[in-house]
């Protein structure tokens, strides 16, 4: 479970401390996806870098299971805005990454991993750099990384904003398949209403200044891939588009 209580996080601006985040509050229960929608600047990549444990500098209670955020023993899946992959690393050397630094050494890891790469598509691009990748392998090659590492939390940051609509879906469905094993705790940021219906069984509606969350809403839509080309669906990303826009952002 991923608990934040009153946290509001400044920037230094000019020597001036600028405030990016004020007192949000959000709850993401265990096993379930949040995600998190608000207009560019609202505060969503810096809310994800406290969860994250990368910003330190903070007020109020960040918890993940009950004890505040130690990225050195806790297993963080973090997927930053960019996918965070090394560009000097091969693909397979970032895919197994993550489990090197926690010194994860499973005897079925290297099987765990062929088989990840496997189902997202990847097998035999190993060795490869990730700028001889597509944008959408890139991706894949992060959510393997995560995955890999069975996190006891999940962070994405737009994971799949760079892509175009149809490799979107199809990544959003890859997701929601490997998600479906484990039910890792999650959090997402995105700034597509229907990808927020789609993934989040709890959407968080963010604005901006100072950032903050307005609205945490329960979505039983999400998950289903049946539901997404329903009337239901479209109504229910109306409504959401039009609470974004009566908080004066756009989406
Ligand atoms: P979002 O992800 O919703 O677009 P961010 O969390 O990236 O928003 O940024 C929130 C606000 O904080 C923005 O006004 C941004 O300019 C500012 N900000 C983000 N990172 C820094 C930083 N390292 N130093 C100063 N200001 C920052
Ligand atoms: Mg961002």
């Known amino acids: 479970m991923i608990e934040v209580e009153h946290l509001s996080v400044g920037y230094d601006a000019d020597g001036r401390e600028q405030s990016a985040l004020h007192d949000v509050s959000l709850t993401v229960p265990q096993g379930t996806v949040c995600a998190v929608i608000g207009p560019s600047g609202c505060g969503k990549s810096t809310l994800m870098k406290v969860v994250a444990g990368l910003i330190r500098k903070f007020q109020g209670t960040v918890r993940i299971d009950g004890c505040p955020v130690n990225p050195?023993?806790?297993k963080i899946g973090f997927m930053p805005q960019n996918y965070g992959l090394l560009p000097w690393k091969t693909v397979g050397e970032n895919i197994y990454l993550g489990?090197?630094?926690?010194?994860?050494?499973?005897?079925?890891?290297?099987?765990?991993?062929?088989?990840?790469?496997?189902?997202?598509?990847?097998?035999?691009?190993?060795?490869?750099?990730?700028?001889?990748?597509?944008?959408?392998?890139?991706?894949?090659?992060?959510?393997?990384?995560?995955?890999l590492l069975r996190p006891d939390?999940?962070?994405?940051?737009?994971?799949?904003?760079?892509?175009?609509?149809?490799?979107?879906?199809?990544?959003?469905?890859?997701?929601?398949?490997?998600?479906?094993?484990?039910?890792?705790?999650?959090?997402?940021?995105?700034?597509?209403?229907?990808?927020?219906?789609?993934?989040?069984?709890?959407?968080?509606?963010?604005?901006?200044?100072?950032?903050?969350?307005?609205?945490?809403?329960?979505?039983?839509?999400?998950?289903?891939?049946?539901?997404?080309?329903?009337?239901?669906?479209?109504?229910?990303?109306?409504?959401?588009r039009e609470k974004i826009r009566e908080m004066g952002a756009e989406a």
Request: glycine share 8%; with cysteine.
């Open 153 to 240: 939390i999940l962070l994405m940051d737009e994971p799949f904003s760079a892509l175009d609509a149809i490799t979107r879906e199809e990544m959003q469905e890859v997701f929601l398949d490997l998600w479906q094993e484990n039910h890792i705790t999650t959090m997402l940021v995105t700034h597509y209403v229907e990808e927020a219906l789609y993934l989040g069984q709890q959407i968080a509606l963010m604005s901006a200044h100072p950032g903050s969350v307005q609205e945490v809403m329960d979505n039983p839509l999400a998950g289903s891939a049946e539901e997404r080309h329903k009337p239901e669906f479209f109504a229910m990303g109306q409504r959401l």
């Open 72 to 74: 050195q023993e806790m």
């Open 99 to 147: 489990c090197r630094i926690k010194g994860e050494e499973s005897a079925d890891l290297e099987a765990r991993g062929q088989a990840l790469c496997q189902r997202l598509g990847i097998a035999g691009l190993e060795k490869r750099f990730p700028h001889e990748l597509s944008g959408g392998q890139q991706q894949r090659v992060g959510l393997a990384r995560a995955f």
